[in-house]
């Protein structure tokens, strides 16, 4: 029997504010009428103030993975070569999607724990001297290992290396979390979700669309249907919808767009670097005593949205998340491919605050001393400090 709140901390799907849950509590409108075009046409609007860009955004009824292979149907030709860079689960993932398109993929090979090096991708590119290389895949924040790449220096390399590769960017666990400039940084094609950053339910996804990516559908072979870009801007509309509109989904996304705004996105980002960096300071503390470390083990590419923590070998990370969800009602994220089992996820991105993430802090070092894992003490206190330090 579990009693008290549900502590959600998994590294999305969020926590869904009551404001959201509640707007969308409405009844059923006509989503070809002019009530619901005003709604999306508010939506689309906010959501170019998120994505910061003056660009196209298509929305799909889907999760990150529709949007995905949204991206790579409306762009290339079977036997396209795509760049894939290493980052984790997540980026191996989607590339993995690509060839079952037909799409030669090629991996730039990446240690997990540290973010992608622009100097590589530079000298990569500019020994494809015939520019056969057609994109360049990234994973902003990598969900399974948290891991932060940067995404502006990796497209100045791009620039540096005068390749044309268009630049795709995954930005499901970054997005309304943190800064993110689409135009600013040259992406071609950001890929975004709604069940992290932005607070919604899981099944609406993004795809942000640059002039040249637009251009570079023209041509693309890929079939497509459902995910076509053209088909989806056919009404020359972005509150144009493949088939029915999911209007709840809009009355939610407009609430959640009042509420970055009301907050202020960079207030939004700040309160996510706050937050992400007691529980560094948490888990720094477990550390001693040859105890749990993060994962990512560079603090300039630490993720603001989801800490990895890689319990010491011989120890299972899956047995301390059972013990967190079913003795103290805390659910966190599971090791994914190769790392489960070796690490368990804090989500602290969405909808979060100071006492919802010191009491995950109590809550795993107590889970820490039931599995007997070797740690340091004092993690809550060091969230502590930080936190009043800096309020
Ligand atoms: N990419 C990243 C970085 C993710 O974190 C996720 C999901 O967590 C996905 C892609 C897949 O998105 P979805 O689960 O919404 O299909």
Known sequence: MAHGYHFFMNPGPTNIPERILRAMNRGTIDFTQAQFRAISEECFAGLQRVFKTRETILAYAATGHGAWEAALVNLFSPGDKVLVVESGFFSLNWGMRGEVFGLEVETLPNDWRRPADPARLETRLREDKEHQIKAVLLVHSETSTGVANPVAALRRAMDAAKHPALFLVDAISSLASMDFRTDEWGVDVVV???????????????????????????????????????????????????????????????????????????????????????????????????????????????????????????????????????????????????????????????????????GTIATVEMALDLVGVPHGKGAVQAAIDYLAGEA
């Open 192 to 358: 975004a979700g709604s069940q992290k950053g932005l607070m919604l339910p899981t099944g609406m996804a993004f795809t942000t669309v640059s002039k040249k990516a637009l251009a570079a559908a023209v041509t693309a072979k890929l079939p497509r249907v459902y995910w076509d870009w053209k088909r989806l801007m056919g009404e020359a509309s972005q509150a144009y919808w493949n088939g029915t509109a999911p209007v709840h989904f809009f009355y939610g996304m407009q609430e959640a767009l009042r509420m970055l705004e009301e907050e202020g996105l960079d207030n939004v980002f700040e309160r996510h670097h706050r937050l992400a960096e007691a529980t560094r300071r948490a888990v720094r503390a477990w550390r001693q005593n040859d105890g749990p470390e993060i994962y990512a083990v560079d603090p300039g590419a630490q993720s603001n949205t989801i800490t990895a923590v890689l319990l010491p070998e011989g120890y299972d990370a899956d047995k301390l998340r059972q013990i967190c969800l079913d003795k103290f009602n805390l659910s966190l994220g599971g090791g994914l491919e190769r790392l489960k089992g070796r690490v368990f996820r804090i989500g602290h991105l969405g909808d979060l605050n100071e006492p919802m993430v010191l």
